[in-house]
């Protein structure tokens, strides 16, 4: 069934499917939809097509995978989409309301460090992860000036 929502649907919207299937514990949906091709970051231009919060203490819709397994806490999925899948670890992520942490912006690496997950930080800053990182609203005015 994951199979075929997958393959039939749009970019933005697998990758929606993936970092949703992120936070949960079994993982296989997560790997099902992995093994279809999906893009396991957003674009920057994809942001424009949808609202920065869709609703008050409602998850941002594109929040990137990578975030919301560092959310979830799950150290052996975090380092698939990096080593396998060429996942950034310098993201930036805004409007995650669910979850144990106080911030709902930042960087991953600043996600990690506030959930104080340690084999993820280190994971993290051994594959170049910054404290600081631009975000794609940054970027996009950059191209505009």
């Known amino acids: 069934m994951v199979q075929l929502l997958v393959q039939g649907s749009e970019r933005t919207i697998r990758t929606r499917t993936l970092s949703m299937s992120m936070e949960q514990v079994d993982d296989r949906i997560s790997r099902i939809i992995l093994a279809h091709g999906c893009a396991v970051e957003f674009e920057d231009s994809d942001h424009a097509m949808y609202p920065c919060c869709d609703r008050l203490d409602t998850d941002y819709s594109l929040i990137a995978p990578i975030v919301r397994v560092i959310n979830a806490g799950n150290v052996d999925m ?3 989409l990096v080593n396998e899948k060429g996942a950034s670890v310098n993201v930036w992520y805004q ?4 979850s144990q942490s106080t ?15 340690m084999d993820i930080i280190q994971f993290l800053r051994d594959n170049g992860a910054q404290e600081e990182v631009e975000s794609w609203w940054t970027r996009w005015f950059r191209t505009w000036t």
């Open 95 to 98: 409007g995650l309301y669910k």
């Open 78 to 80: 975090v380092r698939l």
């Open 103 to 117: 911030r709902l912006q930042g960087s991953a690496l600043q996600l990690a460090i506030d959930l104080g997950q």
